[in-house]
């Protein structure tokens, strides 16, 4: 999908992309990621029992150094302020991923401060995939910027155009906007699981 830009939108929007050869590193903008990734994506976290200060330490320190799991990471700027992240993985490794990191997450915490109830429902939607292609594992914009001006389809245009290659990632059957939104943006449903579907993106 296609989205036009208009000159004094385009102005005020910058993107940033990071890789495992080029970390993100400045603090002040680890501590925006860090935010907003605690922001859009408040379930992952809601299983963890301490405060969010203590979560975006955390989370600086086990998803932005050298052995993070994301292959790429793309962040969206609006003037000052820091409204998307999207974050990418090679599929194969999504269940040992995603696990790996959830365990990380545990040891640093400790066991006393981590919701049972709620890892074993978060540990249902670690889904295998069976494919090489890229994963977008993560995509979001800043809710207080959702369904404004189009930035979600601004971003994730950007995001596509910088991957230049097939790109899958799964979304929630139930949550019609997403795949809604995911489908305007030319991914196709190419598997139905019991709870998700599995999408694909061509370019």
Known sequence: MNVKIN???????????????????????????????LKIFPEYYKCFKTSDHKLKKIITKLLFNKNSEFEKLYVMKLGNY????????????????????????????????????????????????????????RFGI???????????????????KKQKKKLVAHVNKYNKRALNFYLKNNFKIIDRRKSFYLIEYKP
């Open 7 to 37: 000159f004094l939108m385009k102005k005020n929007i910058f993107f940033f992309n990071y890789n495992k050869k080029k970390p993100l590193k400045n603090p002040e903008d680890l501590n925006l990621v860090s935010n907003l990734i």
């Open 82 to 137: 820091l409204i998307g992240i999207a974050t990418i993985i090679k599929s194969k490794k999504l269940k040992v991923s995603k696990t790996l990191g959830f365990l990380k997450m545990v040891d640093s915490l400790g066991i006393e401060n981590v919701d049972k109830r709620k890892v074993i429902k978060l540990s249902k939607s670690f889904s295998k995939i069976k494919s090489s292609k890229p994963y977008l594992t």
């Open 142 to 160: 800043n809710p207080d910027y959702r369904g404004k001006r189009n930035y979600s389809s601004i971003f994730m245009n950007y995001v596509l």
